[in-house]
């Protein structure tokens, strides 16, 4: 069952992580969500992706506009610890601890700096067009190599 994007993202925000020393920005949260779907359809096939929200290939990196929308009045600031409201099944839960320990201990800049080097990105990035979508085989072409290291 895929989650809405906003369901994974309120999750990556409910984690406690004091000792990080950096608070999840959108941009951060935008990073953490493509390597989630990412790795996921890797695992599961592009017919088993983690979230149905679309990823667009934005001029700094790869955006689930929907979250996007929803968190950007914080514009580059902090955003709020979320409580989750839509319980997510156990092998769910520990595979979205598992990309935040994983990814979530680069900063933002460093997490854009990474897509921007990645195919998903690359390939579908286009300047000054906001509607490209990352198509999920996209996403699998490239995570699934990552997977079988």
């Given at each position: 069952?895929?989650?809405a994007a906003l369901t994974t993202a309120k999750y990556f925000l409910a984690i406690p992580d004091a000792d990080s020393g950096e608070l999840i920005s959108n941009l951060k949260l935008q990073k953490l969500l493509y390597y989630a779907q990412g790795y996921h359809v890797a695992?599961?096939?592009v017919s088993r992706p983690l979230f149905a929200d679309k990823i667009y290939a934005w001029k700094h990196g790869p955006v689930v506009k929907t979250v996007?929308?929803?968190y950007s009045r914080y514009r580059d600031g902090a955003l709020p610890a979320e409580r989750l409201t839509t319980p997510l099944d156990s092998w769910t839960?520990?595979?979205l601890d598992e990309i935040y320990r994983s990814h979530g201990r680069f900063?933002?800049?460093a997490l854009r700096e990474m897509t921007h080097r990645e195919p998903p990105?690359?390939?579908n990035y286009k300047p000054n067009v906001l509607?490209?979508?990352i198509p999920l085989s996209d996403l699998r072409a490239f995570?699934?190599?990552n997977v079988q290291k």
């Open positions: 069952m895929a989650y695992l599961q096939g996007y929308n929803h839960k520990s595979f900063s933002a800049w990105w690359l390939k509607d490209i979508e995570f699934h190599q």
